[in-house]
């Protein structure tokens, strides 16, 4: 199957800082989503990108497809943005060991 | 606004006993995941199905859990008989096209 490597595993930032998540995928894939995980243990889905670049109000994310990896990109972060954030790809949705988040106030 | 829903929320149980495991998943979707989150293992797929119909479901032991989707608005994961190594958070997805979106997940602490 699709090997999935985040990095980093974790992560440590002062509130309004920005920060940058990788996700390296071994193959090419069509399905490419980013997910965060709160603390509460709820996935939500954050972008479905195989390719390109999309934004959501503080958060972006851009897929390479040629070089296998996906950027997810944090800005101004928030105490409410602590979680681990999960890439997942293939139909399968082969998921990565995830990047562990703590927002500092 | 359109969740998935998962019952029970938490269950505990005894070695050897049979737990099911209720989704519903959001109106219009085609597709159904069944994962399993443990500290070790991380995300693991279990089954996958399309349109109702399982297409992948290598990731589950065959010899105790079972999957099925008996109308569009069910999915259940059976566990027959259960052991302590089946604790974990079972999170069932569904979605449309390319986009899956995940119930609460059900807490299973098997003693």
């Known amino acids: 199957g699709i090997q999935v490597e985040q990095s980093p595993p974790d992560l440590i930032l002062q509130e309004g800082a920005n920060s940058t998540l990788r996700c390296n995928f071994s193959d090419s894939v069509n399905n490419l989503q980013w997910f965060h995980q709160n603390p509460w243990g709820q996935l939500i889905n954050l972008f479905y990108i195989p390719s390109g670049t999309k934004q959501n109000g503080r958060l972006s994310a851009t897929t390479v497809a040629t070089e296998r990896y996906s950027l997810l990109y944090i800005s101004s972060s928030q105490t409410t943005d602590s979680g681990v954030y999960f890439c997942?790809?293939?139909?399968?949705?082969?998921f990565g060991a995830g990047t562990t988040v703590t927002v500092r106030a | 606004d359109a969740r998935v829903t998962q019952t029970p929320r938490h269950k505990v149980t005894e070695m050897g006993q049979e737990v099911t495991m209720r989704c519903q998943p959001i109106l219009g979707h085609n597709t159904v995941f069944w994962y399993r989150q443990t500290m070790m293992q991380g995300l693991e797929l279990l089954a996958y199905f399309r349109n109702r119909a399982p297409l992948d479901d290598s990731g589950m032991p065959k010899d105790r859990f079972s999957a099925e989707m008996p109308d569009a608005t069910l999915a259940t994961l059976k566990i027959q008989p259960s052991e302590p190594r089946d604790s974990a958070v079972y999170f069932c997805?569904?979605?449309?096209?390319?986009?899956?979106?995940f119930g609460p997940g059900t807490r299973l602490t098997v003693l």
């Open positions: 997805a569904s979605g449309f096209r390319s986009s899956q979106y």
């Open positions: 997942a790809v293939d139909y399968k949705l082969s």
